[in-house]
């Protein structure tokens, strides 16, 4: 089966300059414009290759994975909507905007849409999101605000090697409560870096960029995460 895979952080990113100060009907107007291009020319190599193969046709996934190559980047979308820079006030209700106006214009390029098709965080992937880490605007708090209304979780985020296990746990346990709680996909990509302090950049080469190491909250989880057992699932039958 043939499945497609399309990003266009960049894409996105040059529309918007072109809208610089109009309301936010217009940016999400012209991301889902952009985004529905994006689809449809996606779809269109699926099929050809479909064809080509002799084999079926699966979905279109548009999803807005950042490289850390420049120009490449979900935080300078965040950015260019007015932002000073991602990780300050209003972040979260940007990449709000940007996560839905790529949805509705994917839905309405192709009958086939899949995946997760959203906007996607990672912090070591994303020029924009390292340098607002570095600059200390990002935190790991608000990243866990972001991931309410994007795709994806916590995602390539570098923590001081003695982060204990217990902080772990509960950290992917907040991130659970949000992906139950709010029926969507989460996920927890932290990576304890062994040696490395808070404020030091820890290099995965490649696609996987480069991180600086986030500080996390010094208080411990411990019993709280000691507990053991484990959290009923939520009512979710009286929202029907």
């Known amino acids: 089966m043939i499945n497609v895979g399309v990003s266009g952080p960049g894409v996105v990113k040059c529309a918007l300059e072109k809208v610089k100060g109009e309301p936010f009907g217009v940016v999400a107007e012209t ?3 952009t985004a529905f291009k994006i689809t449809r020319m996606g779809q269109l190599v699926a099929q050809e290759a479909s064809k080509r193969l002799n084999v079926p046709f699966g979905i279109v996934d548009l999803s807005l994975a950042p490289t850390p190559a420049v120009g490449d980047s979900v935080a300078y979308i965040l950015e260019e909507m007015g932002l000073e820079q991602c990780g300050t006030h209003g972040t979260t209700a940007a990449l709000a905007l940007l996560n839905d106006a790529v949805k509705k214009g994917g839905v309405m390029a192709s009958s086939y849409v ?3 098709s959203g906007a996607f965080i990672p912090v070591s992937e994303d020029a924009g999101m390292i340098r ?4 200390g605007v990002l935190s790991l708090e608000k990243l866990e605000a972001m ?3 994007c795709s994806v979780g916590l995602d390539m985020i570098a923590v001081p090697g003695d982060t204990s296990a217990e902080t772990i746990s509960a950290i992917i346990a907040d991130e659970a409560a ?3 709680v709010n029926s969507k996909t989460t996920a927890v990509r ?3 870096s062994p040696g490395k302090k808070v404020g030091d950049v820890v290099e995965f080469g490649g696609l996987l960029g480069s991180g600086p190491v986030m500080s996390v909250n010094p208080k411990n989880s411990v019993e709280f995460i000691n507990r053991g057992g484990r959290i009923p699932a939520p009512l979710q039958s009286l929202k029907n």
Not at 132 to 135: C, N, P, Y
């Open 31 to 33: 991301i889902k414009k």
């Open 114 to 116: 899949g995946g997760l």
């Open 132 to 135: 607002a880490a570095q600059a």
């Open 147 to 149: 991931t309410c209304v």
């Open 178 to 180: 949000i992906g139950m």
């Open 190 to 192: 932290i990576i304890p």
